[in-house]
T-cell receptor
Framework: GDSVTQMEGPVTLSEEAFLTINCTYTATGYPSLFWYVQYPGEGLQLLLKATKADDKGSNKGFEATYRKETTSFHLEKGSVQVSDSAVYFC????????????FGQGTILTVHP | DGGITQSPKYLFRKEGQNVTLSCEQNLNHDAMYWYRQDPGQGLRLIYYSQIVNDFQKGDIAEGYSVSREKKESFPLTVTSAQKNPTAFYLCASIKTGVDEKLFFGSGTQLSVL
């Protein structure tokens, strides 16, 4: 079945540092890929998505590129802020609806001033 | 403001008791979903419903039940058959069509007394 593997956390960075959170997936066919963010005590919010190979999703300074050859969708940000502290989830949708998602285990990011 | 409301925010279950988690949305979304989140793990799909009066099991439906009598409401019952109910439960909805994305509620933390 489908699966998503994220780099183990937690990740701790200083403000303005470069961020990479690795995500690889296993799926049949051509899944759509997502990054969701969860702030403390809240539900998840969609951060960005990519629906086909070589697409780049971007939002709020975060970027991720759908790499079919390496089955990866790594999240990057050039300069993190304290407000980016949250849990980040990589996910995929193997079907035509984006409601049934397979999630990675989540990566806790803490940014210090 | 449109959104998804989950209640209560915290819920405690006694041994052998059934408890019901509420999820209401005023986004006029067609499909609704229940996910379970355990610490250090990704979200796992419990049940979903794409239209009123119809629902399907997700990956971990055992010990749970749902109903979808109204478009706006999708309550989840955690039955006494669920032996490990302590988790964070997230309800989500999606409007199918162009630019689909999941909207999440703020969650219910269920604990066993």
């Amino acid at each position: 079945g489908d699966s998503v593997t994220q780099m183990e956390g937690p990740v701790t960075l200083s403000e303005e540092a470069f961020l990479t959170i690795n995500c690889t997936y296993t799926a049949t066919g051509y899944p759509s890929l997502f990054w969701y963010v969860q702030y403390p005590g809240e539900g998840l919010q969609l951060l960005l998505k990519a629906t086909k190979a070589d697409d780049k999703g971007s939002n709020k300074g975060f970027e991720a590129t759908y790499r079919k050859e390496t089955t990866s969708f790594h999240l990057e940000k050039g300069s993190v802020q304290v407000s980016d502290s949250a849990v980040y989830f990589c996910a995929l949708s193997g079907g035509t609806s984006y409601g049934k998602l397979t999630f990675g285990q989540g990566t806790i990011l803490t940014v210090h001033p | 403001d449109g959104g998804i409301t989950q209640s209560p925010k915290y819920l405690f279950r006694k041994e052998g008791q059934n408890v019901t988690l509420s999820c209401e949305q005023n986004l006029n979304h067609d499909a609704m979903y229940w996910y379970r989140q355990d610490p250090g793990q990704g979200l796992r799909l419990i049940y979903y419903s794409q239209i009123v009066n119809d629902f399907q099991k997700g990956d971990i439906a055992e010990g749970y039940s749902v109903s979808r009598e109204k478009k706006e409401s999708f309550p989840l019952t955690v039955t006494s058959a669920q032996k490990n109910p302590t988790a964070f439960y997230l309800c989500a909805s999606i409007k199918t069509g162009v630019d689909e994305k999941l909207f999440f509620g703020s969650g219910t933390q269920l604990s066993v007394l």
